[in-house]
T-cell receptor, first 112, second 114 residues
Framework: SAVISQKPSRDICQRGTSLTIQCQVD?????MFWYRQQPGQSLTLIAT?????????ESGFVIDKFPISRPNLTFSTLTVSNMSPEDSSIYLC?????????FGPGTRLTVT | QQQVKQSPQSLIVQKGGISIINCAYE??????FPWYQQFPGKGPALLIA?????SEKKEGRFTISFNKSAKQFSLHIMDSQPGDSATYFC?????????????FGTGTKLQVIP
């Protein structure tokens, strides 16, 4: 399995501001994934981040709103830009190993 | 065709009983079916997974049953315990030649009462 950490674990932010979420993995992985989980809901894939290339965004998610960096094989960041209350969610990073897909503990974001 | 339908939405089971969560899919390209367990305030944790070459997989008190012809799979939790109280997600993906996008079910909130 994977040891995945995220920072911050939670935050309360003002409307119109931006928050950058960090994800650190204990071993190198080619692909990292960012998911959103709205309260009481399932997981929705935001984007796939490969080291050395642009992230691939899913339908409904755009780079200007959710810019992603992937500077090396163990680290990625997701920025939630120009936040609105609708962005209040849990944001999860995830990696895939041969044994399966694993998720970080999540960042609980509340936008007021 | 990419949907994975999960039921029930919530489930209350007595301690020691059997919890059963069902999922159905339409995409015949799906060939990897994991289940995730999520406790409040935590990320989903991979619990158990099955591929369609077997009809059942058991790990401890957790069993996946798979019916390829019906395109259905289910999670059985035997001797359910209060510590099993969590939200469970089924998922499915095609898994030919590397990572493929995973489709998640809508989740089942399980409560095991003493």
């Amino acid at each position: 399995s994977a040891v995945i950490s995220q920072k911050p674990s939670r935050d309360i932010c003002q409307r119109g501001t931006s928050l950058t979420i960090q994800c650190q993995v204990d071993s190198q992985v080619t692909m990292m994934f960012w998911y959103r989980q709205q309260p009481g809901q399932s997981l929705t894939l935001i984007a796939t981040a490969n080291q050395g290339s642009e992230a691939t965004y899913e339908s409904g998610f755009v780079i200007d709103k959710f810019p992603i960096s992937r500077p090396n094989l163990t680290f990625s960041t997701l920025t939630v830009s120009n936040m609105s209350p609708e962005d209040s969610s849990i944001y999860l990073c995830s990696v895939v190993y041969a044994t399966g897909q694993y998720f970080g503990p999540g960042t609980r974001l509340t936008v007021t | 065709q990419q949907q994975v339908k999960q039921s029930p939405q919530s489930l209350i089971v007595q301690k020691g009983g059997i919890s059963i969560i069902n999922c159905a899919y339409e995409n015949t390209a799906f060939d990897y079916f994991p289940w995730y367990q999520q406790f409040p305030g935590k990320g989903p944790a991979l619990l158990i997974a099955i591929r369609p070459d077997v009809s059942e997989k058991k790990e401890g008190r957790f069993t996946i049953s798979f019916n390829k012809s019906a395109k259905q799979f289910s999670l059985h939790i035997m001797d359910s315990q209060p510590g099993d109280s969590a939200t469970y997600f089924c998922a499915a993906s095609p898994n030919s030649g590397g990572y493929q996008k995973v489709t998640f079910g809508t989740g089942t909130k399980l409560q095991v009462i003493p």
